[in-house]
């Protein structure tokens, strides 16, 4: 009997609660400004990485850990509600993660975190068990570097296809990089990355301008990358693809009137991860990612302004 393809996707890594302050502009280092807003909303990278995954259709289980706290029980509720299994959220003596995020009228942000409990999180925590049907693995860096790494290598072992989305932005190992299926970074994340001898395109650039960056990728052995240009949209390198003419691929801009741009790169990389379980190429995923990060924009907060397949495909169609 032929077993059907594995669907899953495992994200290992953080929850936060948000506490959100907006305001009409930014204040600059030493300046006081006065907010119109406030909000307690669930984040943290993974967790939104997982209800984008999950709202988008995926079959999404959770590694991390929260306090015993109501933070903690605010973002298992939450996760938990979009369809996330997070049975292996397990509770912490430390206070669940907090991230202090300022938002201005147009939609920008700044954000300083605090791990907490997400420090927490251990190799010891990743068990090869979770990862038997996983298609994708799923991982950022708000936890650390030998949990990461230990869950890379666990679903490597496992076939799956490893995503990390190297945010917040630290050098990675060679072992953690060589285990890497597809790397997701934005331009200056790529621009560290591949160090002084980097020349990142302007956002505005055609798909050849990126072929040097596509190389460098390569000669790092990345090769599958994905870079996102904020309100520029994103660019694929690919040198996995058979054609030289498939190997770079520029992915268009959805355009909409952003509210809140906190989250939309976790919703991006949900979307992609979503859709690589799914069977998807990676530009197929690049491309619907692009629409379900712009429709989270639109709206305040993180997970609860994640898009359903419904509402991606409506924007699609338009």
């Known amino acids: 009997m032929t077993r059907a393809p594995k669907a899953g996707i495992v994200v290992v890594g953080s929850l936060n609660a948000d506490l959100t302050i907006y305001c009409d502009r930014l204040p600059q280092p030493g300046e006081t400004v006065h907010g119109n807003g406030f909000a307690v909303n669930p984040g943290g990278k993974s967790a939104n990485q997982a209800v984008a995954a999950s709202k988008l ?3 999404v289980s959770l590694i991390g850990a929260v306090g015993d706290d109501s933070n903690g029980a605010m973002l298992l509720d939450s996760t938990a509600s979009a369809g996330v299994d997070v049975s292996r959220v397990r509770r912490s003596d430390k206070a669940t993660g907090v991230a202090v ?5 147009s939609g920008e942000n700044s954000i300083i975190i605090s791990a907490g409990a997400n420090g927490a999180l251990r190799p010891a925590d990743i068990t090869p068990d979770v990862f038997q049907d996983a298609a994708v693995v799923c991982l950022c860096l708000e936890v650390g570097i030998d949990t990461v790494t230990a869950a890379a290598q666990a679903g490597h072992d496992a076939g799956a296809t490893v995503l990390l989305n190297l945010s917040p932005y630290a050098e990675v ?13 934005n331009a200056h994340e790529a621009s560290l990355f591949l160090g002084t001898e ?6 505005e650039a055609e798909a050849e301008a990126w072929e040097p960056v596509r190389s460098q990728f390569a000669d790092r052995g990345l090769q599958r990358v994905l870079v996102t240009l904020g309100a520029r949209g994103s660019v694929v390198l690919d040198s996995l693809a058979r054609g030289a003419e498939d190997q770079i691929t520029r ?16 919703a991006f990389t949900g979307a992609v991860a979503a859709r690589l379980a799914a069977g998807d190429s990676l530009a197929a995923a690049a491309s619907f990612a692009s629409v379900a990060a712009a429709l989270a924009a639109t709206k305040k907060g993180t997970q609860t302004a994640y898009p359903s397949i419904a509402d991606v495909e409506q924007l699609r169609g338009a």
């Open 57 to 59: 259709g995926g079959q």
């Open 101 to 105: 995020i300022s938002v201005d009228s």
């Open 251 to 266: 992915i268009a801009p959805t355009r909409v009137s952003a509210v809140d741009t906190t989250g939309a790169g976790d």
């Open 198 to 203: 980097a020349d990142i395109p302007d956002a």
């Open 173 to 185: 190992p060679e072992r953690l990089a060589g285990l890497s299926d597809v790397l997701l970074v």
